[in-house]
């Protein structure tokens, strides 16, 4: 696979021909330029030290996700034979190489990072992550009571012999490889399961530090690996035998199951089992230490079956992610302060009976998420249960978090008599586990609960409320671009709409029959549906601005999404900026589009802010000759979320809230200057760095010191 072409090249051999493989960047290699941007706010000594440790377990935990993902199922294509090219025109094989080296490149450099910069900033600050070897006398026979009481009765070694096969190696396990001698000089393999249900950094003391200026004692934490303290006490599992060596371990499998729905009778069992062989999926990725000896590692890639070329070899913590449990120490002062979300005035009597309704019947609300609360959106649904006018609940979940506020409304309204009706995604990644037993739960007190549409995945996110009131029917609805889970509304930005209009409560009432009933609805009167009329209402618009522009009516398209993959999409794209249409585009994670390539797409720019809050807001700003429309929803611009998932976009009309939208959250992202990263041509980002001319501006920090907003005031 051939490195970026330069702008010049892309230009010299395509012209104007927007099919060209070389327009496009790869989806994968966009996809880790993102795991980059988040090491970089690991690096970034201007956030608190904790919160670079958080964003280091995150790009852990995102490279987990990649090799589950992403590169299993490069590897399935390339098993099962398939040279499907990808938007950028290579093979299963050619991506695959790249992106092996791009993985190895980037764990090792987090890893170097953790060591030689952290550790010592953790270290300066009281907090000691330690080697077994560096504890002190005391500090051991502290350790080793810990591994004596609560370690040693967990542990099942396992050996390797003609009558004991090799083990099977848990997906995201840490083990020991052991090499040990019985007395007859005989050499034995076995292996060591790091047990996950205890803490992978052990704490050993938290002592009193020095006094800070400000008159306050810290408390210094003392921590060391679990695995080392375990590699330290082996001589107990192995009684009369002499312990040669032992080396750690990390194995990550394929973690996304084919679910065979056209086979399946229920759907609810099929992804319980393919969770369960979520456990058993082919091994991509085994990360091991440089003092792994070459026997060691065959017999592990031998009998794991694992490809040679998906081993990689670092130093430091083999699953950084488990660096979050840092996070967990309370060191305010390493933290970003904690803030309060905001409640709109309009909503600060939300939780009394019926006053949300008549907050709503008032006009449209708008809620920007974590800087507004999510607690009115609890309090509509706890309202709507306990209230004697509702008739029905109807909604969409698809990552709800356990301990969910949002399952305990749905259960008290079956309580007091609603019907209700909740379509709970099983196929949500990662979620499954947590989606099925939600789903139990609500079965087993009577709501009805279906589990989505063949062959698609249910994604959009939707609430009705169905009331009477003296002789009417009125449907009140919440729609959102992220999920119903007070947890990630606390982390992640997102933004919630209310409104009782007419023929968007129409259009829910036809998109809840199409999700639990048969419906072969084509179309909506707001809503944009997919995969039923979002993608052709996406081109239309971006048609529409096309031909404003060609009549001197100076079009603007400004996109905020999580990703853009879809070739389509794209390809209308470059076409604005052919005609001179302005295109601002806010994409977080994977761009596949290539921004300032002369000729194609000179007047498109492509921003990606990595902050404090994971950027999850889809927002779809139309100027439209200055008649201006705004659309919000669930859907990324990519293959799967507008042919393959249910997704809802919805209007806002309110002239006051487009402007907020416009002016006080696209405008101020588009300004920011200290998280914003601003995309080349050749895929890769550079930092904005703010000047005399243009002082600094986080737009993250500015939603929380600017709530609320001047148009709510």
């Known amino acids: 696979m051939s490195e970026p072409a330069t702008p010049a090249k892309v230009e010299a051999e395509v012209g104007s021909d927007l099919q060209d493989s070389q327009l496009y960047i790869n989806r994968e290699l966009s996809l880790l330029q993102f795991q980059y941007r988040v090491l970089e706010e690991a690096q970034d000594s201007n956030n608190p030290l904790l919160e670079r440790v958080k964003f280091l377990a995150i790009v852990g935990s995102n490279l987990d996700e990649f090799f589950m993902v992403r590169v299993a199922a490069l590897q399935q294509q390339l098993a099962a034979g398939v040279f499907e090219m990808s938007e950028d025109g290579h093979t299963p094989a050619a991506q695959l190489a790249v992106v092996r080296r791009v993985i190895s490149k980037l764990m090792v450099q987090a890893r170097e990072y953790f060591l030689q910069e952290l550790m010592p900033a953790l270290a300066k600050a009281g907090i000691f992550v330690m080697n077994y070897s560096e504890l002190d006398e005391k500090q051991k026979s502290k350790v080793e009571k810990y591994f004596n009481e609560s370690v040693f009765p967990v542990l099942t070694p396992l050996a390797l012999d003609p009558g004991r096969p090799f083990p099977h190696i848990s997906n995201l396990s840490l083990n020991l490889a052991i090499l040990i001698r019985d007395k007859a000089g005989n050499e034995h393999f076995a292996r060591l399961k790091v047990p996950d249900t205890l803490p992978a950094l052990v704490p050993i003391k938290k002592t009193s530090g020095g006094l800070r200026k400000d008159g306050t004692v810290p408390h210094n934490h003392y921590f060391v690996w679990l695995d080392q303290l375990i590699s330290a006490n082996l001589a107990r599992l192995f009684p009369g035998m002499e312990i040669i060596e032992s080396h750690p371990f990390r194995v990550t499998r394929d973690a996304d199951p084919v679910i065979q729905e056209l086979e399946a009778d229920d759907l609810l069992e099929t992804v319980e089992e393919s969770v369960r062989q979520r456990r058993f999926g082919s091994v991509v990725g085994l990360t091991v230490k440089r003092a792994m000896p070459q026997r060691i590692l065959e017999i592990l890639t031998s009998n ?410």
Request: neutral net charge; glycine residues 6%; aromatic residues 8%.
């Open 304 to 713: 794991l079956e694992a490809d040679p070329r998906d081993v990689y070899t670092v130093e430091g913590p083999l699953g950084l992610s488990s660096l979050m449990s840092l996070y967990g120490i309370e060191r305010h002062d390493l933290k970003e302060p904690p803030f309060v979300p905001h409640i709109q005035p309009v909503l600060e009597k939300s939780a009394e009976d019926g006053e949300i309704f008549a907050a709503i019947r008032r006009g449209p609300i708008l809620l920007h998420h974590p800087f507004d609360s999510f607690k009115p959106v609890v309090d509509f649904l706890n309202v709507a249960a306990t209230d004697p006018d509702v008739l029905a609940i109807k909604m969409t979940l698809y990552r709800v978090g356990r301990n969910s506020p949002v399952v305990a409304a749905l259960l008290k309204a079956m309580e007091h008599n609603k019907q209700v009706a909740v379509l709970v995604e099983l196929k949500a990644r990662f979620d499954e586990e947590s989606n099925i037993q939600w789903a139990r739960a609500l079965e087993a007190e009577g709501v009805h609960v279906v589990y989505g549409l063949l062959g698609l995945k249910t994604h959009c996110k939707i609430a009705l409320v169905v009331r009477r009131e003296g002789r009417r029917i009125r449907r009140y609805v919440h729609l959102a671009t992220g999920n119903y889970n007070p947890v990630t509304a606390q982390l992640y930005t997102d933004i919630g709409y209310f409104t009782c209009d007419d023929t968007i409560g129409s259009d829910a009432t036809d998109l809840f029959n199409y999700l639990t009933g048969y419906s072969a609805k084509g179309d909506y009167q707001k809503l944009l549906v997919a995969p039923i009329n979002l993608r052709r209402r996406f081109e239309e618009l971006i048609q529409r601005e096309i031909e404003h522009q060609r009549n001197g009516r100076q079009g603007h398209l400004i996109f905020k999404i999580n990703a853009l993959v879809d070739k389509s999409t794209i390809r209308m794209l470059y076409e604005a900026s052919q005609a001179g249409v302005r295109v601002d585009l806010l994409v977080r994670g994977i761009c596949c589009l290539r921004p300032g390539l002369p000729g194609v797409s000179d007047n498109i720019r492509v921003i990606s802010i990595v902050g404090r809050f994971l950027e999850h807001t889809r927002i779809f700003y139309f100027r439209n000759a200055g008649e201006e429309e705004v659309y919000l929803g669930s859907a990324d611009l990519m293959p799967r979320n507008l042919n393959h998932r249910v997704e809802a976009v919805f209007p806002v009309e309110d002239p006051k809230l487009i402007r907020s939208l416009r002016d006080e959250i696209l405008e101020i992202y588009l300004q920011d200057n200290v998280k914003a990263r601003v995309m080349a041509s050749d895929g890769n980002y550079s930092r904005l760095v703010p000047d005399e001319k243009t002082p600094a501006l986080g737009s993250q920090s500015w939603f929380l010191q600017n709530r609320p907003p001047k148009s709510a005031r």
